[in-house]
């Protein structure tokens, strides 16, 4: 990746934006930047973000029901009992394991949305690979990465604390932990979109 500024800095467009202009830039001769709406779009925002959706519902929720069915079940309370603290043993080894692997799921998700943006370049926009990968390496600076990376620990704590917060309110009954583990769902992802707005107006200020 080039280490150096385009012109104007980055812009930073919204999946929908990217869908519908690779066709219509093709009609002015302007196709092969859909490379560069790819690649800046799923470095800054599209990998970190997908990734930390998913997450929440595939961990977050995890955790929610996990905590809630222990607490049903009141071996929260004998974890007290026995003298373990719930936090030390059932919190903090969640919130750790997820703050470590999001980043390597906003990777991953980074090179699967550019390989599938490659093939779609290829397929519909008739550009080669070598190509799309030049005009990549051309158009994307390496803060772009690093930007994504950095936002994906921020997103997987809230995820996790949200998902051990709401399991550990939950009452004595099957039904709360239904309810919790939706709250922690729909609360995860809205603060999860609210953050990502607001480091992107932080980023936007800076200028990186």
């Known amino acids: 990746m080039s280490t150096t500024r385009p012109a104007g800095g980055e ?6 934006a990217l869908f519908q ?12 930047y859909a490379a560069d709406l790819l690649g800046i779009a799923m470095f800054r925002e599209l990998g970190p973000l997908m990734a930390a959706i998913l997450l929440t519902a595939r961990s977050g929720s995890a ?29 903090m080894p969640r919130v750790i394991g997820l703050v470590l ?22 397929v519909v926009l008739d550009i080669s690979f070598v190509r799309f990968a030049r005009q990549i390496s051309e158009a994307v600076t390496l803060w772009s990465f690093w930007i994504g990376i950095i936002k ?21 009954s099957a039904e709360s932990v239904g309810r919790q583990t939706t709250r922690a769902v729909v609360e995860a992802v809205f603060l999860v979109i609210v953050l990502d707005a607001l480091l992107s107006i932080m980023f936007s200020i800076l200028g990186v």
Do not use: H, W
């Not at 812009?11 to 929908?16: A, E, I």
């Not at 905590?67 to 919190?91: C, H, Q, S, W, Y």
């Not at 620990?153 to 939950?170: D, R, T």
């Open 11 to 16: 812009r930073r467009p919204d999946f929908l």
């Open 21 to 32: 202009s690779a066709v219509p830039m093709q009609r002015f001769g302007a196709d092969i």
């Open 63 to 91: 955790f929610a029901a996990e905590l809630g069915t222990m607490k049903v079940n009141e071996e929260i309370d004998a974890m007290r009992t026995i003298g373990l603290d719930p936090m030390e043993v059932l919190v």
């Open 101 to 122: 692997v999001l980043p390597l799921l906003t990777f991953y998700a980074d090179i699967m949305g550019l390989l599938g943006g490659a093939v779609m370049a290829n």
């Open 152 to 172: 994906a620990p921020l997103f997987a704590f809230i995820i996790a604390v949200v998902g051990c917060y709401e399991g550990m309110m939950v009452e004595l």
